[in-house]
């Protein structure tokens, strides 16, 4: 049997689905993986599945290379005659749902998120829509990481109810994200945002408070960078990274492949994003290690905590909001923020296991497939 992955980016799949790839190998299946390429294709070669590039542009809104990337999505399945088709990313759930139905595969959709464009009543919103409802009509099984999302897409007849189904975001390994120590806290209280850098994630938001909170606590905080700049990152952005670093507000820790490494020295992670999440990996993997999390008051990000109980929810694009809940958890005991952390493992272990989402993947595709 033949599955094909299907991602806007190699990277995508790796970091996000590598142990979903692994049970469908291990289980016998032939894996394709179509994306275009990027430094993680050779690890994704490398783990068994077959490579087939595609051109497909992440951010491109030219209609005659959106045309030229549907037809090459149309082409490439004919190559491969898949039997199952496993979808991720915007793009990739919109081209795959017309491409699969042409091949005769069955397909399985999945919205981690609708993005910064898809919220909203404006014309691009209204075409990305028109698109979703058009793609989804094909789709065997569509699968959405909150509940709002999905309530959303059935209520706008985007797709229909009996093929929506919740899956808890995409999970975290428990065997890689495990407290290896006790919980300790101290009076000093680091901070931590990882993912990309984009302003619709609420970076600014980050950094504005950072420097808010360190001239007013000194050494008490500390505030640490993790990740890597989008091809659409502003140079505000990095400007104000580089200002903040020099000045001994931040450290910026580069990318990693091993983020828990840097995660298991802090006590918090902040994630201010107004961008459209499903429900963010970042957060649920800081917290099964433990961390506190500081987040949006909006769709996907409300999910991935227990307000006030694993931390705390803020206004989207409200610095002062920000820096008033990140202050509430440098004023709270350390005592209290130690039962905080066992609570935030224990809410990740119940109810986002990665195994709950790879099982779910794997019913689906013996449903589909043997039905």
């Known amino acids: 049997m033949k599955v094909v992955f299907s991602a806007n980016t190699c990277w995508y799949l790796f970091n996000f689905r590598l142990n979903t790839l692994k049970r469908f190998i291990s289980l016998g299946f032939d894996v394709y993986v179509v994306a275009p390429a990027d430094s993680y294709t050779e690890k994704l070669i490398n783990l068994g599945c077959t490579f087939v590039c595609s051109s497909l ?19 490439l399945f004919q190559q491969i005659r ?10 990739n759930n919109i081209y795959c749902c017309w491409a699969g139905v042409l091949s005769r595969s069955k397909v399985v959709s999945n919205i981690s998120g609708v993005g910064g464009y898809f919220r909203g009543d404006g014309m691009l919103s209204r075409f990305i829509s028109l698109l979703y409802k058009n793609s989804l009509a094909f789709s065997e099984i569509v ?30 390994d428990l065997q890689r994200f495990k407290r290896s120590r006790p919980i300790e806290t101290s009076e000093k209280v680091a901070f931590i945002y990882s993912g990309r850098f984009l302003v619709k994630k609420g970076i600014l938001q980050y950094l504005e408070a950072a420097e808010i909170l360190k001239k007013r606590y000194g050494d008490r905080v500390e505030f640490n960078l993790v990740g890597f700049f989008d091809d659409e990152s ?11 670093g020099r000045s001994g507000t931040l450290n910026y820790l580069g990318s990693s492949d091993q983020v828990e490494n840097e995660l298991v020295n802090v006590d918090c992670i902040v994630l201010p994003s107004f961008y459209g999440e499903g429900v963010p990996k970042s957060l649920l993997e800081a917290a099964a290690l433990g961390l506190l999390t500081i987040t949006t008051d909006l769709p996907g990000c409300r999910d991935a905590l227990v307000p006030n109980k694993t931390g705390y929810l803020c206004r989207p694009k409200s610095v002062k909001d920000l820096v008033e809940k990140m202050e509430q958890l440098v004023k709270t005991p350390h005592s209290v923020r130690a039962k905080m952390s066992e609570s935030a493992i224990n809410f990740v272990r119940e109810n986002f296991d990665e195994n709950i989402v790879i099982n779910a993947y794997h019913e689906s595709a013996k449903e589909l497939l043997y039905k």
């Open 82 to 91: 898949p039997d199952l088709v496993f979808t991720f990313t915007p793009k």
């Open 143 to 172: 699968y959405f990481q909150n509940g709002y999302d999905l309530s959303s897409f059935v209520e706008r007849g985007l797709v229909r109810g009996d093929v929506a189904r919740l899956i808890p975001g995409s999970g975290v």
């Open 57 to 75: 542009k992440r951010k491109s809104k030219n209609p005659i290379l959106e045309f030229f990337t549907l037809a090459e999505f149309i082409y």
């Open 234 to 244: 502003e140079a505000r952005v990095k400007s104000k990274i580089e200002d903040l």
